[in-house]
């Protein structure tokens, strides 16, 4: 993802051109170089068939789908497929994935020099009883800003402290939720000359209601040196909308450094937000692409993501700002907590390496080096013995993570040095660890490539009609060469609005395109992930939150189909119809983990708004159909639609029973929707007993 003050490119592959669409009229009825406000009028009009001709409003089409499914027909789909791609924007992980509660926890977002900027952490108290700066006094070489506050007031004397004291509070990222009956880990570093107790608190956002409360002795504190203090609170309460504030009442000087308040309840006690990365762990994604994106690059190489910078204990973590983002992150998710989260959520990392590339500045060829990445696979691979690998030991995880696969660079086969640097990359990684697949970032598609590569990383941000048309994109690819990863698709600009119905629609089209060229296309993934919803740096995202909730928009409930798909058998399918124009299918056979059982699914996507009545005719099955649990699950709406937190499921797959499941049947297929039909192939054992 590239962006220039905070935008992103829409772009086709990694040559960074604009995606150009024919001027022809494509399947939503929209021209495909319509303008932006012509798109919105003819959404408007989605009565109309996908050819804009006003006669077939509400026509029935016929169609028959004819399945080949005899032994040694099929084709297995890679094992990889299908995944999800990470990057830190729109806060996806700070004040997003990552449960970190503090914004700012280590008073960095200002950079090295102070005073500093706080934000987004406030005065308690006005002048005339506390005084509240920074200085370059903390004990972290890599992050030496702390706040200092000079408190003024007392509990007796002339100048009286106000009731609850004075201090500073935190409003984490646009609130915290703070939930009754829950278990909170606050950590801080404390440094006073005083003897001066400390009240640490977990508020309303105004401050009249405390939700949870602890005190710090002073006794308990080194006098003129630095204390890490770690205590748990419970909640009494619960607030959606909380801060944490941090009083005094006594007169003194006191310093405060990497404050954190972590709530006990995440997702396999590992720090992530137990909903946003179930929601993930639902998808069943075999691989998870990260940190970005354009996050790799920087707009400046100084503010690139620097894997080193990223572990070890997270208060000696410097944290870096986001410029392509256009905020600070602590880095408290960085390369290990990734390497986490894919373990934890089945999936096989996917690491993107910066190789001395950001938007607006370069290393040559002639002075880069490869060893940091060689330290980093070594930090995820290498055994506890070995210098990086016991590193990632000291951490928590002696075992080594299965990384196999690294992109070179994000977009960047059109910069000057990238195909130098890439070249000393591969090199190196090929050398050390000749199993590890390396991704180019030039688009191989269209013809071979000038280097060697396993894969090449081919994007694509463009309208609905383009979208569903490259369905089609890599029927014609040479089946000779590296194989593509789409790694970043996505419906955009009008089109999508903040997630509609819409780009599910041609998305879903896009991907069964895929499947049916998973010959050469190799691993694919949707962009971006995350928004949190009080900063919508781009549009549209898979999943939305704030502090408290989140829901999935309609293209996160799409991918819900295509979950089954990675290792499956794709089958030979064919449809016939008087215009296929509107119409995606696919047969894939996939074996349910639980408990073995097989199933033919079937998927139909119609973008037309046709009604189709739909034949289909699967032959060569070595089992019966058995309509016992097969099932049929539908994703529909207007093409306008959008879920929101008001109405989360407003667009949201709906399954039922299929009685007439067998491997002749004649099926309804409603305007735009995407069905799939899951047939179970029902053992010879299960048979013989009904």
Sequence with gaps: MHGSDGLRKTVRPSDGKEAQGASHAGPFGIPARMGLRGTLCALVLVSISCWCSASRI??????????????????????????????????????????????????????????????????????????????????????????????????????????????????????????????????????????????????????????????????????????????????????????????????????????????????????????????????????????????????????????????????????????????????????YEFLQLAEDIGALPLWVVNTGISHNDQVNPSSISAFDTLDAIEFARGDSGSKWGSVRASMGHPEPFQLYYVALGNQDCSMRNYKGNYLKFYSAIKDAYPDIQVISNCDGSSGPLDHPADLYDFHVYTSANNMFSMAHQFDRTSRSGPKAFVSEYAVTGKDAGKGSFLAALAQAGFLIGLERNSDIVEMASNAPLFVNDNDRRWSPDAIVFNSWQQYGTPSYWMQHFFKESSGAIIHPSVLQASSTKSLMASAITWQKSEDGNKYLKIKIVNCGSDLVNLKISVTGLENDVCSCVSKKTVLTGRLTDENSFREPKKVFPVSSKLPNARSNMDVVITPYSINAFDLFLAPASYSSSM
């Design 58 to 335: 509400d026509a029935n089409q016929t169609a028959t789908l004819l399945v080949d499914a005899s032994p040694g027909m099929g084709r297995m789909m890679p094992q990889n497929m299908f995944g999800i791609f990470f990057e830190e924007i729109n806060h996806a992980g700070a004040g997003g994935l990552w449960a970190e509660l503090i914004s700012n926890r280590g008073f960095e977002d200002g950079g090295p020099n102070t005073p500093s900027n706080i934000y987004p952490w406030s005065i308690i108290g006005n002048e005339t009883n506390i005084i509240v700066s920074t200085d370059r006094t903390s004990c972290f070489i890599r992050n030496k800003v702390a706040l200092r506050m000079e408190v003024l007031c007392d509990n007796n004397g002339s100048n009286i402290c106000p009731a609850g004291g004075v201090g500073v509070y935190n409003p984490g990222f646009w609130g915290m939720n703070i939930q009754q009956g829950k278990a909170y880990k606050i950590a801080l570093h404390v440094r006073t000359s005083e003897s001066m107790n400390l009240y640490l608190s977990l508020t309303s956002s105004d401050g009249s209601l405390n939700l949870a409360t602890a005190t710090i002795q002073s006794d308990t504190l080194e006098k003129t040196d630095w204390t890490k203090v770690e205590l748990q609170v419970e909640s009494s309460g619960t607030n959606v909308n909380a801060r944490f504030q941090l009083t005094t009442t006594t007169k003194g000087v006191i310093w405060l450094d990497q404050v954190s308040v972590m709530p006990l309840d995440t997702y396999k006690g590992h720090g992530f937000r137990m909903e946003l990365a179930s929601m993930l762990a639902d998808l069943k994604p075999r691989f998870l692409r990260f940190p970005g994106g354009s996050y790799v690059e920087g707009e400046w190489l100084m503010n690139a993501f620097r894997w080193r910078e990223t572990i070890g204990p997270w208060e000696e973590r410097p944290g870096h700002f986001n410029d392509v983002w256009k905020y600070w992150t602590d880095d408290g998710l960085g390369f």
